[in-house]
């Protein structure tokens, strides 16, 4: 069965912290990818990566970085968490892009920046 | 900017009743589309995917795809309480030498028993 954990459901930061949100995949997919959803903006692409220690800037990078050390695990890290990054945080896996697979997403992460 | 565009809704249909959720996109070499169903709180699960002009079936859920026009719809017939949820239309695009998928904003689906 299809498998797509992160690491927390919710977490709640301080202004100023680093944010670590861990997303892990059991189905030997290529393609990993990291979206915050918010109320009336739907699904926006932050980061995604094809390949291990590979990434591609999404719509919205800035104030995130990634890192894909190994090819199930793919973290999002926020340097230095402001207000504006509370959020759902949604991962996803996908196998290879322009094939056509579906994505399958994670539980999510709500993060809370105060 | 390629796009995706659904109505917000809320879209209300009685129980036992067909509803039509429809999606437009902006990108005419798009080849994969997709419907997600997200329960308030919850993650998007997959529902269908279709890539193929015409209909494609699934139980209650058939995905609707017209390539000419740019839209692909989704119905659902015998509509339960238990379908109230928001349902994103997603399509995979090629853009700045790379694969992503651009969803919608999602359409709110009441079923009123």
């Known amino acids: 069965d299809v498998k797509v954990t992160q690491s927390s459901r919710y977490l709640v930061k301080r202004t100023g912290e680093k944010v670590f949100l861990e997303c892990v995949q059991d189905m030997d997919h290529e393609n990993m990818f990291w979206y915050r959803q918010d109320p009336g903006l739907g699904l926006r692409l932050i980061y995604f990566?094809?390949?291990?220690?590979?990434?591609e800037k999404g719509d919205i990078p800035e104030g995130y970085s990634v890192s894909r050390e190994k090819k199930e695990r793919f973290s999002l890290i926020l340097e230095s968490a402001s207000t504006n990054q509370t959020s759902m945080y949604l991962c996803?896996?996908?196998?290879?892009?322009?094939?056509?697979?579906?994505?399958?997403f994670g539980p999510g992460t709500r993060l809370t920046v105060t | 900017q390629k796009e995706v565009e659904q109505n917000s809704g809320p879209l209300s249909v009685p129980e036992g009743a067909i509803a039509s959720l429809n999606c437009t996109y902006s990108d005419r070499g798009s080849q994969s589309f997709f419907w997600y169903r997200q329960y308030s709180g919850k993650s998007p699960e997959l529902i269908m995917s279709i890539y193929s002009n015409g209909d494609k079936e699934d139980g209650r859920f058939t995905a609707q795809l017209n390539k000419a026009s740019q839209y692909v719809s989704l119905l659902i017939r015998d509509s339960q309480p238990s379908d109230s949820a928001t349902y994103l239309c997603a399509v995979e695009v090629f853009t700045s030498g790379t694969y992503k998928y651009i969803f919608g904003t999602g359409t709110r689906l009441k079923v009123l028993a």
């Open positions: 996803a896996s996908s196998r290879i892009p322009g094939a056509a697979y579906e994505q399958y």
């Open positions: 990566s094809y390949d291990v220690k590979m990434k």
